[in-house]
């Protein structure tokens, strides 16, 4: 199967996941190899913890001693629900990491859904939002966070995004 044709030319990963920060991996569930060519990702073992922000059949993980965490999330704005679905699965990877275990967060492919995620488990971890989201790039790929509202989302805070998206339109 080819890459489909992303936004702005963001090139697919060529890698299916990479560590952040110890105890803390990010990545997707496809890659792309160097002509083109998008492979699935499967999880079989390796991780305490697998968050999957979409759910695709046949993508693992495997083991059945692998906690399988399943938010269903958009690569798109995201409602107040949704936002607090995200700060609570960071606070929730945070506690992980702080644990010594280890965490898998993914998404299609590895760059804004588990970007998100991952930058904001880091925030909870103690980072500020500009190097979390350094993090992320400089570990993951320079195409991380490719979504500039989640971004955004990040440097005003999680708390700030939620109730600014929770607000009605007035008539």
Known sequence: MKTRDRAGGVPGPRT????????????????????????????????????????????GPGDPGVEHVVADL?????????????????????????????ILVRCHAGYNRSGLVVAQTLVELGHDAASAIALVRRHRSPWALNNPVFEQYLRCGLDVAGLLAGLEPRP
């Open 16 to 59: 299916p996941w990479e560590e952040i920060t110890p105890g803390l991996w990010m990545g997707g569930h496809v890659r792309t190899d160097e002509y083109g060519t998008v492979h699935p990702v499967v999880v079989a073992c390796g991780f305490d913890v697998v968050v999957s922000l979409v759910d695709l059949p046949g993508h």
């Open 74 to 102: 958009p690569d798109a704005p995201l409602t107040a629900g949704q936002l607090a679905t995200v700060a609570r699965l960071a606070r929730g990877a945070a506690r992980v990491v702080r644990d010594g275990r280890t």
